[in-house]
């Protein structure tokens, strides 16, 4: 519309120059003049305007809770000569971060402020952001737009660089874990006798018919006379790979963004019960990293359109990027401090299935952990990835992401028939119970 309105500004003026040379009109041509003089101070007001105006932004902590409120802060200020008759300043936000619902990032008070500068002077836009899920969430950058007082100049450009927040998942203290990998050697003590651990003798009975010739305590034996055995711990590693179904194509679009979020808190409530047991935790998933997603263009640019401006400085939506996030199985707080943050930057994907992913990084996993798979659905495929490889040795668990007992049903048939424990996770409430019904019950 500001081009439109110029170009008839234009026009006017020219027809007004040519009517005034034509008939002799003097008032003609010192009106075409002082058009003229009209639009060429006000494409020259906008241009010293823009470049006269800087914004900074006042950065503050970039790690959030559920729950945690901070106030952001952007400071505008006229380093010209001359009184800046109008700023409009706005601060970007992600659709996807206040558009969805519930939204991720809530807004008290106005992203959007117009400002009336004198030279040297400097106005702030305040604001207040609540975080309400867990995210990577870019706020800003600031968008300035000015122009002339007759509208027919504008400009447009990013005057601040965005700030990013990262909202960890929601983690709930577990009723109880009982998913251990069934080998011996372990180093959590258990009270069901799967396997035990010949390194660790809990003591001596007498010899029984079926006990192996390897468990007899010969020094016993000879000092008694008679055939003892030894008794041992049971052992078990309750370490545990976590594996995360985050593709676009079965994570259903209706039941977004609880289903995703629920999975994370499930991970997250799991990475931290292994880390308080000093035991491996890891993480694979076919979703994406939303700092790999996130890019910001456009910084120190103008703009013709307030659209252009914009989406200039959005984030990219868009990522087909085919890397799975995974981190290794290890121990320790740096490690899990790592695990909650790719679990908060963690989004879905339209990239590989989680077969594909599984196949693609087999090598990658530790074989002595559990595989703990959630995901909202199993197809066959998946459920024949799974299946072939507990027959291969690994230990597997499953957890269905989904409330419908139907959808459960279906999707757990395959994997109770081979032996593979499946859960349901129906809400948020049963979080805290849903590793407390699952127990590892094959040998692997």
Not at 366 to 395: E, N, Q, Y
Request: proline share 6%; charged share 20%; glycine share 8%.
């Amino acid at each position: 519309m500001p081009q439109r309105s110029a170009l008839t500004f234009a026009a006017a003026i020219a027809a007004l120059l040519l009517a005034g040379m034509t008939f002799g009109g003097s008032l003609w041509l010192l009106a075409a003049y002082a058009g003229v003089l009209i639009v060429a101070s006000g494409f020259w007001l906008t241009s010293q305007w823009a470049k006269g105006t800087t914004a900074r932004r006042r950065e503050g902590p970039g790690e959030f809770e559920i729950g945690d409120e901070f106030e952001v802060v952007v400071e505008i200020t006229n380093r010209s000569r001359l009184p800046i008759g109008w700023l409009l300043v706005e601060d970007l936000m992600p659709s996807r971060a206040i558009a969805v619902r519930p939204p991720g990032l809530e807004i008290v008070g106005s992203r959007m402020a117009v400002f009336l500068l004198w030279p040297g002077q400097t106005r702030s836009l305040n604001y207040r952001v609540a975080c309400r899920r867990r995210g990577y969430f870019q706020i800003g950058p600031t968008l300035v737009e000015t122009g002339d007082l007759m509208g027919l100049s504008r400009r447009y450009h990013v005057a601040a660089p965005p700030q990013f927040a990262l909202v960890f998942p929601r983690q709930v203290p577990l009723a109880g874990y009982d998913i251990g990998s069934p080998r011996p050697i372990g180093e959590i003590r258990i009270r069901d006798a799967m396997v035990q651990d010949p390194t660790r003798i809990r003591g001596i009975r007498k010899w029984q018919i079926g006990d192996p010739l390897r468990s007899v305590h010969w020094a016993a034996t000879a000092r008694t006379g008679t055939l003892h055995s030894k008794v041992y711990e049971p052992t078990s590693i309750a370490g545990a790979t976590l594996v995360l179904d985050f593709n676009s194509r079965t994570n259903p679009s209706r039941d977004e963004p609880i289903r995703s979020d629920l999975a994370a808190s499930l991970a997250c409530s799991i990475a931290a019960a292994l880390y308080e047991l000093n035991q491996p935790v890891g993480l694979l998933s076919n979703g994406r990293d939303a700092a790999d997603r996130i890019r910001t263009e456009g910084i120190d640019q103008d703009f013709r359109t307030r659209g252009a401006a914009r989406d200039g400085a959005a984030m990219r939506d868009a990522d087909d990027r085919l890397r799975p996030v995974i981190a290794n199985a290890d121990r320790g707080p740096a490690h899990f401090e790592e695990l909650r943050r790719l679990l908060a930057r963690i989004e879905l994907s339209d990239g590989l299935s989680l077969g594909e992913t599984l196949v693609g990084n087999q090598s990658r996993l530790a074989h002595d952990t559990t595989l703990i798979v959630i995901l909202p659905r199993c197809d066959h495929s998946t459920s024949a990835m799974l299946i072939d490889m507990k027959r291969r040795g690994w230990a597997i668990s499953v957890v269905i992401n989904t409330q419908d007992i139907n959808d459960y049903a279906a999707s757990s048939g395959a994997l109770i028939a081979a032996g593979i424990e499946s859960i349901q996770l129906p809400d948020e409430a049963s979080l805290p119970l849903v590793t407390r019904r699952a127990s590892i019950r094959g040998i692997a």
